[in-house]
């Protein structure tokens, strides 16, 4: 089982990215996808999940921020997406994508699941 990240680098403030995470060993339209990050002295948070039919999605964070963050798959492709836009400072981390059978939300990730290595965001300022 491997989930791949890329996509990660150095970006101003501002700009955008679209990471994506590749998975393999598994039938990945069984799982519910989703990425998390850490930033520097940070505990580890989730960002956002979508189902395994990509039908619903789900996003960790306030109404303020989750203009900026969109989630999408391609099942074909076995990929996930993440597109973070209007970067900020803050944004810097390590994203990391996992996999769980337990549906997006509160619970997703809370007993099991798949990680894979992730990926760094810089974002300068």
């Known amino acids: 089982v491997q989930l791949q990240a890329s996509g990660g680098g150095l970006v101003q403030a501002g700009g955008s990215l679209r990471l994506s995470c590749v998975v393999s060993?598994?039938?990945?339209?069984?799982?519910?996808i989703g990425w998390l990050r850490q930033a520097p002295g940070k505990e580890r948070e989730k960002v956002s999940c979508?189902?395994?039919?990509?039908?619903?999605?789900?996003?960790y964070y306030g109404d303020s921020e989750k203009g900026r963050f969109s989630i999408s798959r391609d099942n074909a492709k076995n990929t996930v997406y993440l597109q973070i836009g209007s970067l900020k400072p803050e944004d810097t981390a390590v994203y990391y994508c996992?996999?769980?059978?337990?549906?997006?939300?509160?619970?997703?990730?809370?007993?099991?699941?798949?990680w894979g290595q992730g990926t760094q965001v810089t974002v300068s300022s």
């Open positions: 060993g598994f039938r990945s339209n069984f799982y519910h």
């Open positions: 979508i189902s395994s039919s990509g039908g619903s999605t789900y996003t």
């Open positions: 996992a996999a769980d059978r337990t549906n997006c939300g509160n619970r997703w990730l809370a007993y099991r699941g798949y």
